[in-house]
């Protein structure tokens, strides 16, 4: 992304003669809702350079992404969005509403054309033309495309946004897509999923561009890979129980009190990229698999039709190979100090196995 | 006469629009109308899924009152299983609920509603010493003190106090001034900053606010700290259906719950009681004196006329809520209807809600008459959400195309909500409809062994009512009213918090560490088929959910929220519903600029994905649900 033009740029560039950038101006002061003896102020605004525009619209969505993004501690909120952005338009914070907000988009969007950070919140809902999301009149489709047209980047917010979410699970009555699926592939888009993402991911996005005046990099799927680069499995501080085959069973169980590997009760974590097992939520403190729940895999694509949740994964989603043969694996290669330990897991492992065999009277594989 | 229309409406949950006719000579509004322009079918995609996996789903209705709809999913299934969750399972859901619950209001207070009644433009002219000099005249003479229940005094002195230095006014200040001159206004953009209410409060307190705005952003995050804790994450802590799966061991490092978890527990809770009794509570009386000394006293309109509520907190686990059980054992005992609370006291009518109720299909039912659905061979009816038929049928305005909108129909259909009733009639629901209904029932004698929640919110309302120096039947049913009275209950749910942790540490203290009944998980041991009900007062009002559970998965799915409630489109008569009913009883300075309409909307907290949740675009029939064995069983 280049750098912003100031208005001023804009004008020059344009051969705009100094008078029209002038009532540019003015009629900025009056859309800003300010004195017109403001004026000389926002003429000197226009000349300098302005911080990152954003743009945020909200589709079919559960307003969970905006209150995630708020939960940010690093950076807090209130700097991010005070110092290092611009936020011109969005349903969550902005004072205004109605006709003169709807303008301010407008003038926002001419002002910074082709600079502006579009970040959509919420999937695009397409089925009857789109009119079950309705939104200043208009469907939410044709706001997207018409606002993504100028955008510089578009920011995919949440699981909604990046693959439909909720809304798209079977039999999805709303016909619920992703931006992606709607605007193509004709800018640069960076998937930023999860149901909701962690709060420092959201921000983390906006704040790498504001700190190093681009975006971050990404994987090929698009999304950053500094938040999606490693599977929660790879992460997760419970994951040499996994390796020596040490599970909890059943929740409130003696392995769920030990912290042992969720992986049984259905724990999304070997197939799910994203940073809970080492940013985790709110600073380090926790994350799902951390507070005994197995993770359900909000970051894939679709996940919401690959439940049930509690059903062990080879069963559903990619196939990894004999997992419980990874584990032994694993133990096979330690050091002899050890050895003993992941000689009792094994152990443990086994009995274990015999009694799944018992109740559920097939192997798992 | 004029029509304005305020589309979208912002600062609030989903998409929302209304449209009112205003008398320009007098402001007075004459017609009013509430449209929620979404529908995103989420029952539709509830049935066949594992019940177990209900709360997960459900949840993502709303991601601003996260774990409202998550706890109201888990109590219909564990109604419907039969399951009865362990103690410390139901005092760490009622932390969640209660923490999520001021969280809430803070979010909505500061975030969604304040900048209708501060402006940075403002604050701008404000005094930084005077400032400082105020905030501690708020401080003395807007806190309204309180006494918890019998708790551990962990805390040694309060860590979150209002700063009161003229410094600290200035900087804040010159934030607002370098924002209003770089000419990028950001979120501060384009309101309507010239409104005459602006004028209403002085120019400290505008600056006061826009710092305490800021304050709250940063903080409101450390209020939900339990949900990291106990749930994994937040938005959307994680749960499961018998408890929670947080299990709980002081003989194990990595347990998900010991000792040092616990304190980060106590911290959150003392931290959400300090930002309570200094920031929200005494900062929204002293703007609501302002208002009410300067006669504002309006917006009230269906909360003069009817308001319901179903009761929350159960102080200890209970076997079922069809089975009457639930509502043996509540703090918080607002199940009920008030009627004609505006007419005052002695006039006001109070109705008992009970679990028998929410069975019998003549007292809670929906009409559609003027939303874009039809009842094929039930036309003009109200059914019951068990009997809900609900079929699409999307009229588009009255001026303007399908997909580019003029005006909406009145006359017509124009909204994606129905019209929920109770015995027919429209109601209010939310923090302003509980207080209500407590004080009702507490001054008629319907209560007379208040709990320690029912009794703070009594001392509350005398001490607001005399900062006021007016009776509770006028302040109350009021704009500012309903502001107020949620943040008086955030108060309440920062001690329901404190009171839950105590009962908790008591708990294992006495030996006591499980957190999940999993003798039910097994799906062999439900029965073939079975029904169940989940009521919860969610932030916005009394919020339930309905199952039905048939081979081991869920065979219909209803949930009937409190937006609904309060947002719903005009009834078969013709009757308004309480945002349309609240912005009729609002006058209008300014028609183009009709910021009063926007802030008592805002004073509901809209939630639209909760309310735009539950149709049925296909035209499919939804299931019969009933919990009542007696009356009917689960059919088309």
Excluded at chain 1, 228 to 249: K, L, Q, S, V, W
Excluded at chain 2, 405 to 421: A, F, Q
Excluded at chain 2, 476 to 504: C, D, I, S, W
Excluded at chain 2, 576 to 588: I, N, P, R
Aim: glycine share 8%; proline share 6%.
């Amino acid at each position: 992304m280049d750098k912003l033009e100031t208005m001023w740029d804009v004008c020059l560039r344009k051969n705009i003669k100094r008078r029209s950038f002038l009532k540019s101006c003015a009629a900025l002061t009056s859309i800003m809702g300010l004195n017109m003896d403001m004026l000389s102020k926002v003429v000197a605004a226009a000349e300098k350079n302005p911080l990152p525009v954003v743009i945020w619209l909200h589709g079919h969505e559960c307003t969970g992404c905006d209150e995630s993004f708020l939960r940010s501690a690093t950076p807090l909120t209130s700097d991010l969005v005070l110092n290092s952005i611009a936020l011109e338009y969005s349903h969550a914070l902005s004072a205004a509403a109605g006709e003169p907000f709807e303008e301010h988009l407008h003038q926002t969007m001419q002002q910074y054309a082709g600079k502006y950070i579009l970040a959509v919140e919420g999937a695009v809902a397409t089925a009857e033309n789109g009119i079950y999301c309705m939104t200043g009149g208009k469907p939410f489709v044709s706001v997207l495309k018409e606002v993504a047209k100028n955008a510089a980047v578009i920011i995919e917010y949440g699981a909604c946004a990046t693959s439909g979410g909720i809304q798209a699970a079977k039999p999805n009555p709303t016909g619920s897509v992703s931006v992606r699926e709607i605007v193509g592939n004709s800018k640069p888009i960076v998937k930023v999923p999860g149901c909701p993402p962690i709060p420092e991911v959201m921000t983390g996005v906006v704040m790498h561009y504001a700190l190093f005046g681009k975006l971050p990099p990404l994987d090929n799927e698009g999304r950053p890979k500094q938040f999606y680069g490693n599977r929660i499995h790879d992460t997760c501080y419970r994951r040499p129980f996994f390796d020596t085959g040490m599970f909890a069973e059943n929740f409130d169980d003696a392995g769920s009190k030990a912290g042992w590997c969720l992986y049984k009760l259905g724990c999304r974590g070997p197939v799910t990229y994203n940073s809970c097992g080492n940013l985790r939520w709110w600073n380090g403190l926790s994350y799902p698999i951390q507070s005994g729940h197995g993770c359900i895999g909000c970051s894939n694509d679709h996940f919401w039709d690959e439940d049930p949740f509690y059903k062990r994964l080879p069963e559903y989603g990619p196939i990894l190979g004999d997992v419980d043969k990874i584990g032994a694996a694993a133990v096979g290669l330690t050091t002899a100090g050890v050895a003993l330990h992941g000689a009792m897991s094994v152990v443990q492992k086994k009995k274990r196995q015999a009694a799944e065999e018992k109740s559920d009277g097939k192997k798992v594989e | 006469m004029k029509r304005v229309v305020v589309d979208p409406i912002t600062r609030i949950e989903g998409h929302l629009r209304v449209e009112v006719k205003v008398d320009e000579a007098t402001g007075k509004v004459e017609d009013a109308l509430s449209s929620g322009t979404a529908w995103r079918g989420l029952e539709l995609i509830m049935n066949d899924r594992d019940p177990r996996d209900g709360w997960a789903y459900i949840q993502r209705i709303c991601g601003v009152c996260t774990t409202a709809h998550a706890l109201g999913c888990l109590r219909a299934v564990e109604d419907a299983l039969g399951i009865t969750i362990p103690k410390n399972a139901n005092y760490i859901r009622n932390i969640m609920a209660g923490v999520q619950s001021v969280q809430d209001h803070v979010i909505h207070f500061y975030h969604l509603h304040a900048l209708d009644w501060v402006s940075p433009v403002e604050a701008l002219k404000a005094d930084p010493v005077a400032t400082a000099a105020m905030q501690n005249t708020v401080l003395s003479a807007y806190k309204v003190n309180v006494t918890g229940p019998e708790s551990l005094d962990t805390e040694a002195y309060p860590k979150e106090f209002p700063k009161a230095t003229p410094e600290y006014y200035q900087k804040i200040q010159k934030k607002v001034k370098d924002i209003v001159e770089s000419g990028q206004l950001g979120i501060f953009a384009a309101q309507w900053w010239d409104h005459p209410d602006f004028q209403i409060l002085p120019p400290e307190v505008h600056l006061l606010g826009i710092a305490h705005y800021l304050e709250m952003l940063d903080k409101q995050r450390e209020i939900v700290t339990s949900h990291v804790v106990f749930g994994g994450k937040n938005p959307h802590p994680h749960y499961i259906v018998g408890g929670m799966p947080c299990s709980i061991s002081m003989d194990d490092m990595n347990a998900p719950v010991n000792t040092e978890r616990l304190a980060i527990v106590d911290r959150s809770i003392n931290t959400t009681i300090n930002l309570m009794n200094d920031f929200y509570v005494p900062d929204v009386l002293a703007i609501g004196k302002m208002y009410v000394d300067k006669g504002y006293v309006d917006g009230g309109g269906m909360a003069k006329e009817r308001v319901l509520g179903f009761g929350d907190y159960p102080d200890e686990p209970y076997t079922g809520t069809t089975n009457g059980d639930f509502h043996k054992n509540l703090l918080y005992r607002c199940n009920g209807i008030v009627e004609d609370f505006g007419k005052g006291l002695d006039a006001a009518k109070f109705y008992d809600f009970k679990a028998e109720d929410l069975s019998d299909p003549e007292v809670l039912n929906e009409g559609v008459e003027h939303s874009w659905y039809e009842y094929p061979g039930a036309e003009g009816k109200d059914l019951h959400p068990w009997d809900g038929v609900t079929k699409a049928k999307y009229t588009g305005p009255k001026e303007g195309t399908k997909t580019d909108w003029k005006t909406l129909d009145e006359d017509g259909k124009y909204s994606w909500l129905k019209t929920p009733k109770w015995r027919g009639k429209m109601a209010e629901v939310g923090p302003l409809s509980r207080y209500i209904i407590i004080y009702t029932k507490i001054k008629k004698g319907l209560i007379t062994d208040p709990t320690w929640v029912e009794k703070m919110i009594m001392d509350q309302i005398e001490a607001v009512s005399k900062v006021l120096n007016l009776a509770p039947e006028v302040w109350m049913p009021t704009m500012v009213g309903r502001t107020a009275t949620r943040a008086l209950e955030a108060q309440v749910h920062a001690y329901v918090a404190k009171y839950y942790f105590n009962k908790l540490i008591k708990n294992i203290k006495a030996g006591d560490t499980k957190v999940a009944d999993t003798t039910k998980w097994d799906p062999k041991t439900w029965p073939k088929e079975c029904k169940g009900v989940g009521l919860y007062e969610a932030p916005r009002g009394a919020l339930s959910h309905w199952v039905v559970i048939k081979d081991g998965k869920i065979a219909n799915y209803q949930a009937i929220v409190p937006t609904t409630w309060n947002a719903c489109p005009r009834d078969n008569k013709g009757d308004h519903g309480a945002y349309e009913k609240a912005m009729m009883d609002t006058k209008v300075k300014i028609p183009d600029k009709p910021l009063e309409i926007l802030k008592v909307v805002r004073s509901f907290d809209p939630c639209m994905a909760c309310s735009t949740h539950l149709y049925n675009a296909e035209g499919k029939k939804i299931k019969i649900v009933t919990t009542d064995p007696y009356l009917r069983t689960n059919q088309e």
